[in-house]
């Protein structure tokens, strides 16, 4: 599969990560990795083993994160008297035949932490405008509403001389028909 110098990162990861990095490489849509070069030795395929044994820790660091925070907000604590007294004892001793297998759904995962980033980023940033362009668009209100009210005062001293002009006409018109008779 990887090369043995390899041997040390993918120890470090669950053999379905370390499986579906080596198809993700040989399938990869737009640049696939040959075969000779996965099983070689390759500092291309060194970077992406590294890249998913960070993925997957950080993963990991997170989710007992998660684990501790909710033990600390919801601690849970048996009884100190026995509720169950007619129950049975039941004791299990590991043989070592069971094998831990975790797989998990990075991308998926990380995916939906991208997209609450987003959206607190998208929140901040509207506060942001918010406080920044109200006493902007407060001001071009205000001018826009000047300009509306100057207007209509223009537009009524037009409509004021229209009427003096039609009065000064026919005064004129009158005057001439009372100098031609």
Known sequence: MFHSDYKLITDRLPNSLVKRAYQSLLN??????PLEMISGKSGRI????????EVYENSLNRKRKNMAQEK?????????????????????????????NITCDHEEENNRWVMNKLKVF??????????????????IEREYRERVTAN?????????????????????ASMKSNSSH
């Open 152 to 172: 209509k005062r223009l537009r009524c001293e037009v409509e004021n001389l229209k009427m003096q002009v039609q009065e000064a006409e026919k005064e004129l």
């Open 72 to 100: 600390v907000l919801r601690p849970r604590s048996w009884p100190e008297c026995n509720v169950f007294p007619a129950s049975p004892a039941i004791y299990v001793t590991d043989n070592g035949t069971q094998s831990i």
């Open 28 to 33: 990869h849509s737009k640049n696939p990795v």
């Open 122 to 139: 998208r929140q901040h940033l509207l506060d942001y405008n918010k406080r920044t362009f109200k006493k902007f668009m407060q001001d």
């Open 46 to 53: 060194e970077l992406y083993l590294r890249h998913k044994l």
